[in-house]
């Protein structure tokens, strides 16, 4: 039962980050320019949509699975403090907290791995 809580939490913790990486790349122009309204380079859209598909998948199947949280949490961190940091803005305080939350969540991650229901675990044995 374990396992399967456990597979279950990291669907649920990935979901986001994979899908917002999907609508990154349909609207990838449109992306690129809220990023730059923040003043960030838009060329970071394409290591924030790597790892926004590439990472989520990883966790789900279990695989590298305490890398690819610890560099989802790393992101989370970057994301809050760059794209969220209007604390005026109840919405904006509100998404920085959601994303702090989930860094927490990949950190917990990272440090307990993925549990029996991972390529981690089997290639483990």
Not at 45 to 55: F, N, S, T
Request: charged share 15%; aromatic share 12%.
């Amino acid at each position: 039962m374990i396992n399967l809580i456990d597979l279950i939490g990291r669907i649920l913790i990935s979901a986001l980050f994979l899908l917002n990486g999907i609508l990154k790349i349909n609207n990838y122009d449109g992306t690129i320019g809220w990023m730059e309204s923040f003043g960030m380079p838009g060329i970071f859209i394409v290591p924030a949509i790597i790892l926004e598909v590439v990472g989520p998948i990883l966790i789900i199947i279990g695989y590298k699975t305490k890398i690819a949280a610890g560099l989802l949490s790393l992101f989370c961190i970057a994301t809050a403090s760059i794209f969220h940091n209007d604390f005026a803005d109840q919405m904006q305080f509100t998404s920085f907290l959601k994303n702090i939350a989930l860094a927490g969540g990949f950190l917990i991650l990272f440090v307990n791995g993925a549990k029996g229901f991972s390529l981690d675990n089997k290639f483990r044995k």
